[in-house]
């Protein structure tokens, strides 16, 4: 039950209706119970009330004049007609003067002190097992003018307890009845109201790793889920830019590893085919270590690459000055500039915090395609410089040209840094910018 509990929103939300209405329909059921039960009270008192006052003007009025007997059989008539209504009168020492009824009155409402005090009801049940309800009051009359008398009125209230028993008993079996209709009905609205759930569910069951473009339709789901479906969509457009990102790093990792892969296969190959001399084993074993050189250069910037993806680049914060490090690479391609015949110059002076040599990295790959592929680098491939893998001039011979991964690297380098790279091309120039937050 604990596991189905935790499971289902639909049980708990249907439980949690379900409690509440009982509770509401429970303190329904007391007030109108009350309210009911205070009505007969009043019912009972204003006719008791009315007899308590009869009583006491007769009292006043002919007790000082009449005998008991007289006296008894003028309340007789004064009560006659009034079935279930029992009135006494005492004098000194509780000593009956007048009863109608032969009933016990309890001590409590008798003694003199609570008999003074107006209003106070009694609610008692007789030995014979009828309940009743009683007032009492203190009257000074007789011959003197000082004699005390109490006078206690009840009224036999079985049939009211009969009627509020019977009413209870339906009320409660009303107000049970009305829970379970309450939680059915809460089970209904709450299943419907969670079919926008279902439908996010449906559409979530479509989505694969072939079906990563599918959304969920927000526009169709109420206001209260619209938030939880575009953030779902939102995670499923990242997965999905993800997924295709890894797809797309996987495809080129494998053509790149297959060219160097195959072309040491193939020398190893021929170079077995036959018996060489010293000289001819160590060329072939010399290109072969340029191969193994670029594969674990490759190897190390797809490492690289990894770690900035899973945001695992922490870089070594210090101040550095970065017309000093410019200055340096500027030196270390100042051969191969001239050979190209291209000019490179440094102008300006700036800091930055970061780790000096990933920042170095960074420069220098920019430097490094900068130099390899001017002049030519038309415009239409700027959007793709950056991504891995790319190469601007396929027709180059890869084991000069590099793995692809300078920029891509860069980018890394730039954005572990809170920076960016950009690059723009106009008037046949192109211009690569880095932006680096300014050291405090």
Request: cysteine-free; overall charge negative.
């Amino acid at each position: 039950m604990k596991a189905t509990w935790s499971r289902s929103l639909t049980l708990r939300l249907t439980l949690l209706f379900a409690v509440a209405a009982a509770f509401v329909l429970f303190l329904l059921g007391l007030l109108i119970g009350n309210l009911v039960e205070q009505h007969f009270e009043e019912q009972d008192m204003e006719a008791l009330s009315g007899k308590m006052a009869l009583t006491r003007h007769i009292l006043e009025r002919d007790s000082a004049t009449q005998d008991g007997a007289a006296l008894g059989r003028q309340l007789d008539d004064a009560l006659t007609g009034h079935h279930g209504l029992a009135v006494a009168v005492f004098g000194a020492d509780r000593q009956v003067v007048y009863a109608n009824e032969a009933l016990t009155f309890p001590p409590t409402l008798l003694d003199p002190q609570a008999a003074a005090r107006p209003g106070r009801v009694v609610k008692w049940q007789a030995p014979e097992g009828l309940p009743w309800r009683g007032i009492s009051a203190v009257v000074t009359a007789g011959a003197d003018g000082r004699t005390p008398f109490i006078i206690a009125i009840a009224t036999e209230i079985s049939h009211h307890e009969h009627f509020m028993s019977g009413f209870r008993g339906t009320l409660w079996v009303f107000i049970a009845l009305a829970t379970l209709a309450m939680g059915l009905l809460g089970w209904v609205v709450v299943r419907r109201g969670l079919a926008p759930l279902q439908t996010i569910k449906r559409r979530a069951a479509e989505i694969t790793a072939n079906h990563l473009h599918t959304r969920l339709p927000a526009e169709a789901i109420p206001q209260e889920l619209a938030d939880l479906a575009d953030t779902l969509n939102d995670m499923l457009a990242r997965l999905e830019e993800s997924f295709q990102r890894l797809s797309d790093f996987s495809s080129d990792l494998a053509h790149e590893l297959r060219t160097p892969v195959s072309n040491l296969l193939t020398q190893t190959q021929v170079t077995l085919s036959r018996a060489r001399s010293d000289d001819e084993y160590r060329d072939i074993l010399a290109s072969n270590a340029e191969e193994f050189e670029r594969l674990s250069r490759m190897i190390a910037d797809m490492l690289f690459l990894a770690k900035a993806d899973n945001q695992q680049i922490i870089p070594n914060r210090e101040r550095v000055e970065m017309a000093d490090e410019v200055a340096d690479l500027l030196e270390f391609y100042g051969l191969l500039a001239e050979e190209k015949a291209i000019r490179v110059t440094l102008s300006g002076a700036g800091a930055v915090t970061g780790d000096r040599l990933m920042l170095r990295r960074a420069v220098s790959n920019l430097l490094s395609n900068a130099l390899r592929h001017t002049p030519d680098g038309p415009a239409e491939h700027l959007p793709r410089l950056f991504d891995r893998f790319y190469r601007a001039d396929s027709s180059r011979q890869r084991t000069t040209e590099g793995s692809g991964l300078g920029l891509a690297i860069t980018r890394s380098i730039l954005l572990a840094h809170d920076g960016e790279v950009s690059v723009e091309s106009a008037d046949q120039r192109t211009r690569f910018t880095l932006t680096l937050p300014a050291s405090d």
